[in-house]
């Protein structure tokens, strides 16, 4: 049976089956208020409640020979069942190769004003490497800043402030996402930087652009799988788009994003940091372009490759606090950042196949507006097994408006009354 196929009980059953799941993180799951009020007041300033999202679970992902069932948290209709396609098909072909080498953040500290040349305050700064080293370490016992860069950049606003030396830390963060403890780190090192330099020290604060967490996601989609040499090409033509055009290539990136930031969220991650950090990185040859590369094999195959930094951690941040997110974790199976940061590269590949299959044959309305009329069905008054029966009449009619929804409800119910 398919999961789409199953009440919440089998489903619950059979997420107890396939992972660690305990009963009481079941009983979590069931209480829709699992993530209280107190927990909100004590995460954001003047809380006044909770908001929800729809949290569901995404198959067939296999990523360098390990099976994962994917939590993903979205409030977008088709964007779980698009994923767990896109995976279905690379795993037809053995499934996604990931690989993540580097787990290496970077905080930076502004430093301006200096009395001195940026080549004098640049030495001193690298004879004092060590010393600036042992002060960052001192404010982490398990995230460690290995190593220092400076630059030294021209301010190009237009309010000319001048000269900036960046120092740049390099943190190993290791299973944490770790921007606290960077910035920790960035400010206690300030005040070093300053009497080195006597330069003022302005900002400390980590960079989002993860350049050294960039992880690489490959997988080989067969064109029996789908749909033929003919929807291989027009993808080919759509990656051609994304990769010449803006416009199109925010959407396609938005569509990867889709399923990225879904399992982010359900884990617990910082999204807004991961697609800050993906969008600079499609812009990285000075052009926005298509975060994926699609290209034939010789058997005329589709191989799909994608590259971007993905920050994220298993330990600390809001995946101790919210338990959701620790259950979506555990749901996961993952045993390192790292890992975690290759299982949603795979979900962004997924989701950006599933999407441009769709586009380049039967077009993407079709499959969204049949799982959409399920809500339309519902806003116009349905419920239980009238859900599908309306949403179903109104696909097969391609009549997915919220007016039609009633004349079949009412039809439906007339029926049932005799009247
Ligand atoms: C919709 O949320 C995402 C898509 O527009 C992505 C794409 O066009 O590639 C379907």
């Known amino acids: 049976m398919k999961i789409y196929e199953m009440n919440l009980d089998q489903r619950f059953d059979y997420l107890k089956r396939e992972t660690n799941l305990s009963n009481h993180d079941i009983k979590i799951l069931r209480n829709p208020s699992s ?35 994917v939590p993903m948290a979205t409030e977008e209709p088709s964007v779980i069942a698009a994923a767990s ?26 430093l301006v004003s200096l009395p001195i040349s940026p080549i004098t305050a640049r030495l001193r700064i690298r004879a004092n490497k060590k010393e600036i080293l042992r002060i960052a370490n001192s404010r982490s016992r398990s995230v460690v ?24 830390l390099l943190v190993d963060t290791k299973d944490a996402m770790g921007a606290n403890v960077i910035n920790t780190m960035c400010e206690s090192v300030s005040s070093k930087l300053e009497d080195l330099t006597g330069g003022k020290a302005i900002l400390k604060i980590l960079s989002n652009y993860a ?10 989609f067969s064109k029996d799988d789908i749909g033929g040499k003919d929807v291989v090409e027009n993808i080919l033509y759509a990656y051609s788009l994304a990769y010449t055009d803006v416009y ?18 359900a884990t617990g991650q910082d999204f807004r940091a991961i697609e800050a950090a993906a969008h600079a990185y499609a812009a990285r040859d000075g052009t926005y372009r298509s975060l994926t590369k699609w290209y034939k094999t010789r ?6 490759e994608l590259e971007l930094p993905i920050a994220v951690g ?20 993952v045993k390192t950042a790292k890992e975690l940061s290759m299982v949603l590269s795979a979900v962004g590949l997924a989701q950006n196949l599933a999407a441009l299959r769709a586009l380049a044959s ?25 859900i599908d029966l309306v949403a179903k009449k109104m696909s097969d009619e391609n009549s997915i408006t919220a007016t039609r929804a009633k004349e079949i409800l009412s039809s439906l119910e007339s029926k049932r009354t005799g009247c």
Request: net charge positive; glycine share 12%.
């Open 35 to 69: 993530f209280s009020f107190v927990n909100a007041d004590r995460m954001v300033e003047n809380a006044i409640g909770v908001l929800s999202l729809p949290l569901g679970i995404a198959t067939n992902f296999v990523v360098n020979n390990k099976s994962y069932l």
């Open 85 to 110: 396609n896109g995976a279905k098909v690379a795993k037809n072909s053995g499934g996604f190769s990931a690989e993540c080498p580097e787990s290496l953040m970077i905080g930076q500290v502004q």
């Open 145 to 168: 800043a290995k190593s220092l860069q400076v630059r030294e950049l021209n301010d190009k606003s237009r309010n000319k402030m001048g000269k900036i030396l960046l120092l740049e």
């Open 211 to 220: 350049t050294k967490r960039l992880v690489k996601c490959r997988a080989i």
């Open 248 to 265: 199109r290539a925010v959407t396609h990136n938005k569509g990867i994003m889709n399923g990225i930031d879904a399992a982010a969220l």
């Open 299 to 304: 058997k005329g195959d589709l191989v799909g």
């Open 314 to 333: 298993i330990v600390g941040g809001a995946t101790s606090v919210n338990p959701i997110s620790k259950i979506g974790l555990k749901i996961l199976g």
């Open 362 to 386: 039967e077009g993407i309305q079709k499959g969204h507006m049949r799982l959409h009329a399920r809500n339309i069905a519902y806003t116009a008054g349905c419920r239980g097994n009238h």
